[in-house]
Nanobody, 116 residues
Framework: VQLQASGGGLVQPGGSLRLSCTMS????????MGWYRQAAGKQRELVAH????????YLDSVKGRFTISRVNANKNTVYLQMNSLKPEDTAVYYC??????????WGQGTQVTVSS
């Protein structure tokens, strides 16, 4: 499974960005997709997660501001709509795909910087 992420950038506080991640390869093995982030000097953390049956999970600090979705009929593309961005959202964001038996795949990171 390969993951291609895009959509990061520099945005002012209160602004919005949308990240996208498209997977290819043996996608039939994938049960869930999600986004993690890692800020400088901090551990990687789960931001949002969506399962094959559209169950969603969010980091508490992004609830109400971020939305994860899959709109591709094949469920091969996941989006993370990020609104009302804060400086503390600054991090490298990583796309993740996982199987039911615990295998994980990672995309390349995309930098999100929230700064005035």
């Amino acid at each position: 499974v390969q993951l291609q992420a895009s959509g990061g950038g520099l945005v002012q506080p209160g602004g919005s960005l949308r990240l996208s991640c498209t997977m290819s390869g043996s996608t039939y093995t994938i049960y869930a997709m999600g986004w993690y982030r890692q800020a400088a000097g901090k551990q990687r953390e789960l931001v949002a997660h969506i399962t094959y049956d559209d169950s969603k999970e969010y980091l508490d600090s992004v609830k109400g501001r971020f939305t994860i979705s899959r709109v591709n009929a094949n469920k091969n593309t996941v989006y993370l709509q990020m609104n009302s961005l804060k400086p503390e959202d600054t991090a490298v964001y990583y796309c993740n795909a996982s199987t039911k038996w615990g295998a994980e795949y990672w995309g390349q990171g995309t930098q999100v910087t929230v700064s005035s």
